[in-house]
């Protein structure tokens, strides 16, 4: 079966530092890998997306960045956080030509301070 | 671009039906998705509609509309573990383009 790893759960950065979230996932090849943000009580807005292994798709111009090193490996980056970049980050994945069923992992609550 | 309109909330007693409602704007539609999300949780896939019409899975049940650029979740015989956030989301190139979700809250 398959499985997707995001770390950590929680993060509390300063403004200005940087920051490295990590996602994984086994059991499956190939996978299209997701970046999404939720705001408290908001909806969910991609940041990126990947169809290969170097290969990413930005959709909101930010002070982020992603990279895929690895077919299963996601990371999400930033060089200098903004007080704006706190929220819950999603990591997803689907087979690659089923875009509309996504498999998302734990999640990520970054609070910038 | 894309959009997507949902009712912000949505109130029901346990045992009762519940519908809410999506509609949306869009380039390059595939179909229309719908996932739920309990609070503090990640989001999970409830079910897919590519063509017109109904898909039931279990108490849940979708609709589509592309002609109307409209669809449906339907919840039947309410229960409190219902209570959560649900999400529509339009299948575009590639990705997936979310609403801005439905919080339900399910009352005894």
């Known amino acids: 079966s398959q499985t997707i790893h995001q770390w950590p759960a929680t993060l509390v950065q300063p403004v200005g530092s940087p920051l490295s979230l990590e996602c994984t996932v086994e059991g499956t090849s190939n996978p299209n890998l997701y970046w999404y943000r939720q705001a408290a009580g908001r909806g969910l807005q991609l940041l990126f997306y990947s169809v290969g292994i170097g290969q990413i798709s930005s959709e909101v111009p930010q002070n982020l960045s992603a990279s895929r090193p690895q077919d299963r490996q996601f990371i999400l980056s930033s060089k200098k956080l903004l007080l704006s970049d706190s929220g819950f980050y999603l990591c997803?994945?689907?087979?690659?030509?089923?875009?509309?069923?996504?498999?998302f992992g734990p999640g990520t609550r970054l609070t910038v301070t | 671009g894309q959009s997507l309109e949902q009712p912000s909330e949505v109130t029901a007693v346990e045992g009762a039906i519940v519908q809410i409602n999506c509609t949306y704007q869009t380039s390059g539609f595939y179909g229309l998705s719908w996932y739920q999300q309990h609070d503090g949780g990640a989001p999970t896939f409830l079910s897919y509609?590519?063509?017109?019409g109904l898909e039931e899975t279990g108490r849940f049940s979708s609709f589509l509309s592309r002609s109307d650029s409209y669809g449906y979740l339907l919840l039947q015989e309410l229960q409190m573990k219902d209570s959560a956030s649900y999400f529509c989301a339009v299948t575009g190139f590639q990705k997936l383009v979310f609403g801005t979700g439905t919080r339900l809250l399910v009352s005894p």
């Open positions: 997803a994945w689907s087979i690659s030509t089923g875009v509309d069923e996504q498999y």
């Open positions: 509609n590519g063509l017109d």
